[in-house]
C-alpha cells in the first residue's frame, strides 16, 4: 500500500522557518522523483520544488534562495527546509512522487499539511 505521509506544518511569523517532511512507503523511493506541492485558498496547486532520484533540484521562482528540498533514500524521506517565510506562502504543502516505467507514469499524493505564515 503506497503511502506519503507529510508533517511539519505550523504556525510560523514572517520571516521564520519551518521543516516539512514527508515519510514513503509502498513503492520503490530511490527511484522517484519527489517533489513539493501547494496550494493556496482560491489558487491552483503549483510545483514549489522538486528533487530527482540522482539528486537534482528545482524551485519555483518565488522560493528559490529561500527553500530547499533534499531526500534520504535510506530512511524513504524528503524534506522540504523553509526560511525566510512570507504570508504569500501560506497554503498546504503536498508531498507528491513520480515516475516513468515501460511507458506508464505512475503518481502518488499526500494528503497535506497546513503552512500558515503570519504575525
Known amino acids: 500500500q503506497v503511502q506519503l505521509v507529510e508533517s511539519g506544518g505550523d504556525l510560523v511569523q514572517p520571516g521564520g522557518s519551518l521543516r516539512l517532511s514527508c515519510a514513503a512507503s509502498g513503492f520503490t523511493f530511490s527511484s522517484y522523483y519527489m517533489g513539493w506541492y501547494r496550494q493556496a485558498p482560491g489558487k491552483e496547486r503549483e510545483l514549489v520544488a522538486v528533487?530527482?532520484?540522482?539528486?537534482?533540484?528545482n524551485y519555483v521562482d518565488s522560493v528559490k534562495g529561500r527553500f530547499t528540498i533534499s531526500r534520504d533514500d535510506a530512511k524513504n524521506m524528503v524534506y522540504l527546509q523553509m526560511n525566510s517565510l512570507k504570508p504569500d506562502d501560506t497554503a498546504v504543502y503536498y508531498c507528491?512522487?513520480?515516475?516513468?516505467?515501460?511507458?506508464?507514469?505512475?503518481?502518488?499524493w499526500g494528503k497535506g499539511t497546513q503552512v500558515t505564515v503570519s504575525s
Open positions: 528533487i530527482s532520484s540522482s539528486g537534482s533540484t
Open positions: 507528491h512522487a513520480e515516475r516513468m516505467l515501460s511507458g506508464f507514469r505512475y503518481v502518488y
